[in-house]
Nanobody, 125 residues
Framework: QLQLVESGGNLVQPGGSLRLSCTAS????????IGWFRQAPGKEREGVSC????????NYADSVKGRFTISRDDAKNTVYLQMNSLKPEDTAVYYC??????????????????WGQGTQVTVSS
């Protein structure tokens, strides 16, 4: 069964940090660009960050630049999203997705072939 599983979501205070993980099973991530998306209550899903299949290109939404870092460890078949200086507006369900190919996109969600179930991140005091 081909699937992506996110983990690492939690309740954290403003200014805190979390690291999300996205692990693939049933297939290897080597040939896939990976994106992180999020959806807050009452809002549309938005792209947060993505990384090319070789890890040599990354993109970030303006709202997270300088605070979030995406990375990948293909030996572990896992992509990470390190989130620092978290704000209440970062509260959302975070999803990872895999797009077969080199480049990644934060806007063309239809490009992504596989999606995880999501992990909840809540930033609150």
């Amino acid at each position: 069964q081909l699937q992506l599983v996110e983990s690492g979501g939690n309740l954290v205070q403003p200014g805190g940090s979390l690291r999300l993980s996205c692990t693939a099973s049933g297939f290897t991530l080597d040939y896939y660009a990976i994106g992180w998306f999020r959806q807050a209550p009452g809002k549309e899903r938005e792209g947060v960050s993505c990384i090319s299949n070789r890890g040599d290109s990354t993109n970030y939404a303006d709202s997270v630049k300088g605070r979030f870092t995406i990375s990948r460890d293909d030996a572990k078949n896992t992509v990470y999203l390190q989130m620092n200086s978290l704000k209440p507006e970062d509260t959302a369900v975070y999803y990872c997705a895999a797009d077969y190919g080199w480049q990644c996109t934060l806007v063309a969600e239809y490009e992504y072939d596989y999606w995880g179930q999501g992990t909840q991140v809540t930033v609150s005091s």
